[in-house]
């Protein structure tokens, strides 16, 4: 575990994961292209859930490694990546199931967004977080949800558009758990173990 821990905090590690993440960055938003080109301008922010999400976490580690926090970037980071790092996965899941076979760009999308998951977490002990941070994260967290399933503004997967309203109230849950796992992993743990220390 200690080994872990250096590795997360490693200068050349966390350069090394800060390239991936710009470029995975660069290389969603252009996933996203046709559909920014036909979604009106004031939903545009919206709409690339996941390269917004690894933006978060870029910046975080922009930050991170000169030593500096930004409390809610990071509650954003952590929420939207384990958000919709989940979310990427079970989609392609999904179409997987319903299509009998998956393209190899699905089969990659599930690995990097599996992947977009665990980072998030993985660098919970190093968060800055507090109550009001996770407060507007979700706030964001579940109005990205309404401009997505209300105003249909969600990513474009056309097997799956039949299932919209399931999918719609699995994202709300997904939003929710995202938000306990954030509370769980940055505050109530961190109180426990404060509260342990005093203790003794």
């Given at each position: 575990m200690n080994y872990v821990k250096h590795l997360l905090q490693d200068r050349t590690f966390l350069i090394l994961l800060w390239i991936i993440n710009f470029f995975g960055t660069i290389y969603g938003y252009m996933w996203y292209d046709d559909q920014l080109a036909i979604t009106p301008a004031k939903f545009l922010i919206f709409v690339p859930d996941s390269p917004?999400?690894?933006l978060?976490?870029?910046i975080f580690l922009t930050f991170y490694i000169f030593g500096k926090h930004l409390p809610y970037i990071e509650a954003l980071a952590l929420i939207t990546l384990f958000k919709y790092g989940i979310w990427a996965v079970v989609m392609n899941l999904l179409m997987l199931i319903l299509n009998g076979s998956l393209s190899w760009q699905g089969y990659m999308l599930m690995a990097s967004h599996g992947a977009m998951a665990?980072?998030?977490l993985l660098y919970a002990p190093f968060y800055k977080i507090k109550i009001k941070h996770i407060v507007v994260a979700g706030i964001w967290t579940v109005h990205n949800d309404i401009i997505d399933y209300v105003y249909k503004m969600m990513p474009r997967y056309s097997s799956l558009d039949q299932y919209m309203n399931e999918i719609g109230y699995f994202t709300f849950w997904l939003s929710i758990l995202s938000l306990a796992i954030a509370y769980i992993?940055?505050?109530?743990n961190k109180t426990t173990i404060t509260y342990h220390n005093h203790q003794v």
């Open positions: 917004t999400a690894s978060f976490f870029t665990i980072q998030g992993l940055t505050i109530r």
